[in-house]
């Protein structure tokens, strides 16, 4: 494995799907391309196709540059991209670019009706980047601990199970 694509979007799962992009690149002596896209404005009353906004534009690539620059510092070969456009066809289309082993990239779970109003990006890019994708969900997966279950605690048929619970 060559080359992770890590798909930074600043929400709350950025941080856990840079911590796997890492893992994965220190696991295979990988590098990590960061990107994110800035989405245009949306249209108001214009029939000139959207813009990107400059200062937002300008924003991320520092935020995703420090993000480089702490990769660096800890080993892993990184580097950072930042594009202009419709999120899903600009990413689409940069991943064809770069040609990435592995992409990780956050869910963000919204639920069946925005899916069906609005459409997903990560199902979009699970659907068409013919390249194996780690999903990381924006709700991390409650901790479990073993437990083991004794006969003056539990009926008979639940001794011993060891089930996992919720810790």
Partial sequence: MNTVLALIDFSDVSS?????????????????????VVPPEPLV???????????????????????RNDLIEQGVHASAEVHGGPLQETLLEQIGSIDPDVIVMGSHGHGSLYHLIVGSVT?????NAQR??????????????????????????????GVPLPA
């Fill in 16 to 36: 856990r799907v840079l911590d796997h992009a890492k893992s994965l690149a220190k696991a295979f002596d990988s590098e990590v391309v960061l990107m994110h």
């Fill in 45 to 67: 009353v214009d029939f000139e196709p959207p813009a990107v906004p400059p200062d937002v534009f300008d924003a991320r690539q520092k935020e995703l540059s420090i993000m």
């Fill in 123 to 127: 199902e979009g890019i699970i659907r």
């Fill in 132 to 161: 194996p994708v780690v999903i990381i969900p924006s709700v991390p997966a409650p901790q479990m601990r073993a437990v083991k279950v004794t006969q003056a605690e539990a009926p008979a048929e639940d001794v011993g199970l």
